[in-house]
């Protein structure tokens, strides 16, 4: 009888323990971490700005080559290729920030900048007869841009951003088809009148920074396979239809048939041959400075151009590894403090349950037996 009481006593413990804890809503565990994704007005803004730039580039690149080879004047090639170097590289920094609404006000800047620039004298005279094909182009971007902005946008923001753009536009133009960029998120806050570390409020989540980084590590790498492919192009219309070696090789080929005349010469008439000797330098010389002229000259454009290229991937480089370490460093953070919330949450909740636990496994057999103990000894009284 005594076995059997205690047996349903333990089976009255286990569950009053299992009831206890299951119904404690202390013990379902909420993960968060403090990675705050972008919000979806912002996620639809940088789809948006992007999509654009990719219609930027197609569009400059066909209506530049349209008029390369429309063009007859060879400068004038190599000016608009210049320029759509300049403007493609441009368009490529502006659009992939990893701020979305600075990537929309960034190109929208862009867009008005290259409008000013066209409409210039400067622009004309260094594109061409043809200069209006671009600003045409120019025009319906901006445009295009602009209307993108409205649609993200809530009027009165709208309004906001257009005042900057156009206030912005106008105190730094563009004097060179290089078209620099600078920072603008200073400036901006100040046009909003808030302070440049409550401007940005999340980079977004680790799945969204790291998407971010995919997209630009791709761009830089579409750009850089086009600038060699430009770069390429430039030094064609440089040197002309003339291959460079072809060229040094009939010079060699002259020579080499110029001394086997000469040695025939004096095989045949010695005494010719000490007149020819005489001249020789004077024959020679001209066409060894031409050779070395050439030469120095093919030398130095390809030092040039390759120096050039060297500062773009450099400059594309030291972006893409900032950009990439910025990154890396929010995610570092936000990971760090949701794995220091997980910790401080889970704590507090194990101390907890431990002490209901404590309580169920030593409270509640201390009191039965207490209260069991007392009502034997009433009734043995």
């Known amino acids: 009888m005594y076995i059997f009481k205690k047996n349903i006593l333990k089976s009255f413990y286990v569950a009053l323990t299992l009831i206890l804890v299951s119904s404690c809503s202390l013990m379902k565990l909420s993960v968060e971490s403090n990675d705050i994704p972008l919000p979806k007005s912002e996620l639809n803004t940088r789809i ?6 990719n219609e930027f580039a197609t569009r400059i690149i066909k209506v530049s080559d349209s008029l390369i080879s429309s063009t007859v004047d060879v400068q004038t090639k190599l000016n608009i290729i210049d320029f759509k170097m300049g403007l493609i590289a441009a368009s490529g920094k502006t659009a992939f920030q990893s701020v979305p609404e600075l990537s929309l006000v960034d190109t929208w800047v862009l867009c008005k900048q290259f409008v000013d620039v066209i409409k210039s004298d400067f622009g004309k005279e260094y594109l061409g007869n043809e200069y209006h094909l671009l600003e045409v182009e120019s025009l319906a971007l901006e445009k295009q841009i602009s209307g993108i902005a409205k649609s993200l946008l809530n009027q009165e923001r709208y309004m906001v951003l257009n005042a900057f753009v156009t206030k912005f536009t106008k105190e730094n133009p563009v004097t060179s088809f290089n078209f620099p960029r600078s920072n603008i998120l ?35 790498k579409e750009q850089i396979g086009q600038q060699l492919e430009w770069e390429k192009q430039r030094l064609a219309l440089k040197w002309g239809d003339a291959n460079p070696s072809e060229e040094f090789l009939s010079r060699v080929d002259s020579l080499s048939l110029l001394l086997d005349r000469l040695a025939l010469v004096a095989e045949k008439s010695p005494e010719l041959a000490g007149e020819v000797s005489a001249n ?6 001209p066409l060894i400075n031409n050779l070395n002229n050439g030469l120095d000259s093919s030398i130095g454009q390809l030092s040039e151009e390759r120096i050039r290229m060297q500062i773009y991937i450099d400059e594309q480089r030291e972006l893409l590894i900032k950009d990439i370490n910025a990154s890396g460093k929010q995610m570092i953070n936000e990971g760090a403090r949701g794995v220091s919330n997980i910790i401080k949450e889970v704590s507090w909740i194990i101390v907890l349950c431990s002490i209901i636990l404590i309580a169920l496994f030593f409270g509640i057999p201390f009191l039965a037996g207490y209260y069991l103990a007392k009502a034997k000894f009433k009734k043995n009284a």
């Open 48 to 53: 948006a700005v992007r999509a654009f730039q």
């Open 280 to 285: 020789l330098r004077n024959e020679l010389m």
């Open 186 to 220: 200073s400036p901006l806050s100040q046009h909003l009148g808030v302070a440049d570390t409550s401007y940005v409020k999340t980079l977004g989540s680790g799945a969204e920074a790291l998407s971010d980084i995919g997209d630009r590590i791709g761009i830089a």
